[in-house]
């Protein structure tokens, strides 16, 4: 219970009951109209999100004497050296057919820049409203509300692209990322300031926001987000209409007495959701199937958790999946760049960023929890805190600085807890919820930590995730090695529909050339196995749905793949498969250095900077396999992506052509039975080669170290000597 204490301190802190339940379950009531429980805890007086009434007097002493001192003073620096004297921009136009079915290359970039210039707006607005609130100069105040009150002058005909380039731009119809960017922000900024508008001024914003509001409201149940189940499919959630949920509500509570009706159904269409239906991505575990970028996603539903936790709701961050979450990052994501599964921005690999690593702090001062702080310790990007970036890269940003200030200050009175060492947690992770498995050799020391990332999912290759199942990642000693191959420009470009989302690009498998089907609800995994003893960690993932959708009815009867993590050093992987007629396999390895194959030992050498990794294929029965490394993307990256001129949404490395080794058995068979194993080694070659064979059905492992292992593997049982 101690490590909830500080959700009660927080409770007292903005004037809540000290009667408050600690972490209370979730209200079971039935989600109709007039439910008391949905409105119990909503103020009485605005304004009600941002900074609430009666709290200004204490987030002027955050922001001058407080922790919030020198974030507060970057902002003001930036807003007065670049964004006082700014001119309001001209609204985007349209720009043709929006369906990113229909995108390419040039209709990204202008679909990306409507989306800057809302951002801009947007946070011109915010940082206006909090400096004035700040510091009381009406300067800062007469910029917010000139671009509040300009940004209600934007068309939301989005339909109207079909007569050519013109207003519309804006509407959540047309361009929903440049919808989001206003909306996600605006009415709060109203709710902050709306005293210091006239009468007439509040009939136009309010005009705008009436419609824009329930634009957007329709369009998010159009998304299917009343449908939705948590931790499932079932109702075949919408990534995007998901994102926007934390937004909706809060854009209810801001405008609580200006459009009564509307913002109570806003309200109560996000409360419901987060408290019956929250997550879709994921469960109790704290996955996220879409992947570890993605999980990014978090963070902006955690604005909506925040507005709960400032009017004391016991709702507030009161699921296991709040306490679990910061876990996925934990055991996915080292600090160190490296690939992941699921979509990646751009130069398509991943660290911990600062980011991610503030919202983990505050998240740890709501749960208390040790353990993220030890990982927030970790990162090893040089930024500056992102509460203290100031106001610069305003068009891309979000979170922006200004938001970071206000969750800080949101938990500023709770204590940072102490570390606790990463050490003491179990090595290794299975997240039932989305069907993956981490294991690690150190977790918590990146430097001397072997990774291995295996995914079997339940949510297919649908949405962001791709056509990877049974697909593993192994990162060792700081150098990522066997990697998730591919890049994504923007959504659904050429390379990323034709390589990214393919099998092929995976370390995986490939039966007669086919893999599984991409953006399909039906190409799922299921890990069936999850089992540790002192010497392993095992898990069995079962990918037999995930083939079938490529394969004629009745072809492909079982697809299964062990990964054996032995001592915590090196890494074992039987496949089986058992096709109804005979086919045949092609094993699968991708890295960013050239692959090295010898023929005659199947043997693949992957030569990193800092480590290696050798691979040994082994058959039971002598096995004839055609070696091919491909030095090409079958659909090239987008040129002036590959040539460094564009950065999209965060560069996360450099573009470049990989490595990919194609393994391909010369015979046909109905049943194949595959082992691979793989050394990572520091610091170059091993001293002693790895040999491996099969003997009567037992694995033996001659390792470079100089041990011998003796691996039998059962369906579910192991035996190692």
Known sequence: MSSFRPFLAAALLVGAPASLPLFAAAPSVAS??????????????????????GRVEAFRAYITTGDGAVAFARLKADFDGEWINFPFPPEPQTYGDPEPKKRDTAKADRWRAAQDVCGQVSGVAEAGALLWLGTGDTRYLAKAKEFLLRSTEWSLDGESWEKGPGPGATDIYYNDEAHFRLWRKLPQVYDLIRGELTDAERARVLAH?????????????????????????????????????????LAGLALWDDLSEQARDWWQLSYTFYRDRFPSWGGDDGGWGEGIAYW??????????????????????????????????????????????GDLSNAGKFDIEPRTAEFLM???????????????????????KPAEAGLKDLNRNYPTSAEFILRNFAAARLPVPAPKPLTDLPPSRWFKDVGWVSMHSTLGRPDDDIQVMFKSSPYGSFSHSHADQNAFILNAYGENLAINSGYREFHRSPHHKGWTWQTKSKNALLIDGKGQAT??????????????GPRYTRTTGDATAAYQ??????????????????????LVIRDRVSLAAPGNLTWLLHAERPIEWRAEETTALIRGEKA?????????????????????????VDPKYAKGGMAGFGKTGAWGEQSHLLAETEEASAEHVVYAVLWPERDGLPVRPLAARVVSGRL????????????????STLTLE
Request: hydrophobic share 35%.
């Open 296 to 341: 990014r996603g978090v963070i902006e539903h955690a604005s909506f958790q925040d507005g709960l936790l400032t009017i004391g709701d016991p709702l507030a961050y009161n699921t296991p999946f709040w306490r679990n979450t910061p876990y996925f990052q934990i055991y996915n994501v080292q600090p160190y760049r490296h690939t992941g599964f």
């Open 209 to 249: 926001f009436r419609a824009r509001g329930e634009r957007s409201a329709a369009w998010i149940r159009q998304g299917r987000v009343e449908q939705a189940v948590k931790n499932s499919l079932a109702g075949k959630p919408a990534s995007h209409p998901i994102r926007f949920m934390a937004m909706t509500g």
């Open 519 to 532: 953006q399909s609800m039906k190409a799922t995994g299921r890990i069936s196995v999850y089992d540790t």
């Open 612 to 636: 290696t990794l050798t691979t040994c294929l082994v058959t039971p029965e002598r096995v004839s396999w055609k070696g091919t490394v491909q030095t090409k993307f079958d659909v090239p």
């Open 549 to 570: 959708t490529e394969q004629p009815e009745g072809r492909v009867k079982s697809v299964l793949r062990d990964l054996v993590f032995i001592d915590r050093r090196y």
């Open 362 to 384: 505050h998240l740890a001062r709501v749960t208390g929890d040790g353990h993220l702080v030890s990982y927030v310790g970790l990162m090893r990007n040089d930024n500056e």
């Open 32 to 53: 109709v109209p007039g439910d008391a429980t949905i409105f119990a805890h909503v103020p009485a007086t605005a304004p009600r999100t941002l900074v609430p009434a």
């Open 700 to 715: 033996q492992v001659a390792r470079p170290d100089g041990k011998v292992d003796t691996l039998t593997l059962g369906d």
